[in-house]
């Protein structure tokens, strides 16, 4: 039986900015308002508004809370201190990623985490059955907030008129409990553009008065409501992997080159440890495929699947790709052979559509803004 999608609490204020809304993950949301050209330029230079209230809000409390995670995740959740927040990740016993995470420390024994948008249930469920055993409870809390994101280098700007939180004592991936605009919200410098910017949890029935302030905020500053479709095309720039194309469960974060977020030297058994601990090894002693950066030489455009090539043969596959509005030319992430890795190798193309075109390797990210 279908079902229709989901809607954000700002759904209606979306449609009289006449977004053109998409189903993504069980949500509609706005893809984009006009350009999205436009709207990833004005995220790199100016500011961007970005609805997230898709993403999965799991809050873990409790005496155990902290035991729990450790078993759960492959980080080591012991040591984020108060305020601050860790990247991490779920995977299956067999080393699969599951998903990426945020994981923020709310409080002493209360922790969130924040789950992408199609894969809330699934670490919901298995958050759940891992809890058995500890003195902690796992509640789905995606009811409970709304999730508004402002990013661009103008944005410590535009929220620093609307609240007296210490912002510029505010590091990266840390998070702080006030009030933006009168409305109570968790102020976290966290993002997925690659530029500096901050995301606020608030309830729901804030969201509209929140969104409606930083909008009047940004006025001055060239604030513009941003949808998914820049949304991904700022975080390619920026290298950040996305679950369903550069992670899946098909592969470990070894695999993806992220084995740095498992923590072997924490104390305790997680899940998936004696998986990962063979994974890393085989990593080791024959460098699995690595994730590259692809630049064309010409305007074509590649896809997710398609087939990197190189003397005749398939040395690997494409994971994204999009124009580039930052670098003005196509661009992709994609899983190559070892032997073709290297930044500057040469003979490397795309298959798009039987013609091998022309791609240059580099290092990821494409893009990295200036401290």
């Known amino acids: 039986m279908s079902t229709s999608p989901r809607r954000t609490a700002l759904d209606a204020l979306h449609r009289s900015l006449g977004a053109t809304m998409t ?31 898709h993403m999965g809000e799991i809050t873990v409390t409790g005496p155990g809370a902290v035991d729990l995670l450790d078993h759960a995740l492959v980080g080591n959740i012991s040591t984020v201190g108060p305020g601050r927040a860790r990247y991490t990740m779920i995977c299956r016993e067999d080393g699969g990623i599951v998903d990426d995470l945020i994981v923020y420390r709310l409080g002493d024994t209360e922790y ?77 410098r966290t993002g997925y553009t690659g530029e500096d910017g901050f995301e606020l949890f608030t309830e729901p029935q804030h969201a509209e008065k929140l969104w409606t302030a930083l909008t009047e905020a940004g006025q001055g500053a060239g604030l513009v409501p941003c949808g998914l479709s820049c ?12 679950y369903g194309h550069e992670l899946t469960t098909a592969l470990t974060p070894f695999d993806a080159g992220l084995g740095r977020v498992v923590k072997f030297e ?15 090894e085989r990593a080791e002693q024959a460098p699995p495929r690595k994730l590259v950066g692809l ?29 580039s509005p930052t670098l003005g030319r196509p661009i992709a992430m994609a899983y190559v052979d070892a032997a073709h890795a290297a930044p500057g190798t040469e003979g490397v193309g795309v298959d798009i559509r039987g013609t091998h075109e022309p791609y240059e390797v580099v290092a990821l990210p494409f893009y990295k803004r200036a401290k």
């Open 23 to 53: 189903d993504f993950a069980g949500w509609d949301m706005p893809l984009r308002y006009a350009s999205e050209r436009d709207e990833h330029h004005a995220v790199r230079t100016r500011a961007g508004l970005f609805d997230l209230s």
């Open 112 to 188: 969130m985490v924040v789950a992408n948008a199609g894969n809330a249930q699934v670490v919901l469920d298995a958050l759940r059955e891992r809890a058995a055993g500890f003195d902690a409870e796992v509640r789905d809390d995606r009811d409970a907030y709304a999730l508004i994101a402002v990013q661009g280098p103008e944005s410590p700007g535009i929220l620093a008129s609307l609240t007296d939180a210490d912002l510029d004592g505010l590091k990266y991936y840390a998070g702080l409990p006030g009030t933006v605009a009168g409305v109570p919200a968790l102020i976290a």
């Open 231 to 242: 949304r991904d095309t700022l975080r390619l720039e920026a290298g950040m992997p996305l």
């Open 266 to 280: 924490k104390a305790g058994d997680f899940v998936g440890r004696e998986a990962l601990a063979a994974a890393a």
């Open 295 to 323: 630049i064309a030489e010409g305007r074509r455009v590649p896809r997710a699947g398609m087939q990197v090539v190189a003397g005749g043969e398939v040395v690997g596959e494409v994971t994204s790709g999009a124009p």
